[in-house]
């Protein structure tokens, strides 16, 4: 059974860095995506960054441009989003998702379609 665990949310100051971690069991196709996606109270569910597992091929929202970095832990079922120069705009509670043979943008930009999802961790940039 698949199951996403993330971890690394918390209360950071403006400008401070985050970074959000997301475990993946249980997958058995071999073509995937992992994204992270954030909603903030009142608001939509919107995807942050997306990566494609089996070449690294990665998305970014604009909002998450220049400052997220999304990456995979070499041979591990572990994706991480780094997360710098962060705005009270960015608080919210991330989500991680898997979904199965599909594009990057796609994928960030299809969030009520996507299958699978963790279990979410809160992010609250505050001073």
């Known amino acids: 059974q698949l199951q996403l665990v993330e971890s690394g949310g918390g209360l950071v100051q403006p400008g401070g860095s985050l970074r959000l971690s997301c475990t993946v069991s249980?997958?058995?196709?071999?073509?995937?995506?992992i994204g992270w996606f954030r909603q903030a109270p009142g608001k939509e569910r919107e995807g942050v960054s997306c990566?494609?597992?089996?070449?690294?091929?990665?998305y970014y929202a604009d909002s998450a441009k220049g400052r997220f970095t999304i990456y995979r832990e070499h041979d591990k079922m572990t994706v991480h989003l780094h997360m710098n120069s962060l705005k009270p705009e960015d608080t919210g509670v991330y989500y991680c998702?898997?979904?199965?043979?599909?594009?990057?943008?796609?994928?960030?930009?299809?969030?009520?379609?996507?299958?699978?999802w963790g279990q979410g961790t809160q992010v609250t940039v505050s001073s």
């Open positions: 249980g997958w058995t196709l071999d073509f995937f995506g």
């Open positions: 990566i494609r597992m089996n070449d690294n091929t990665t």
């Open positions: 998702a898997a979904q199965g043979l599909i594009t990057t943008q796609a994928m960030c930009n299809m969030a009520p379609l996507i299958d699978y």
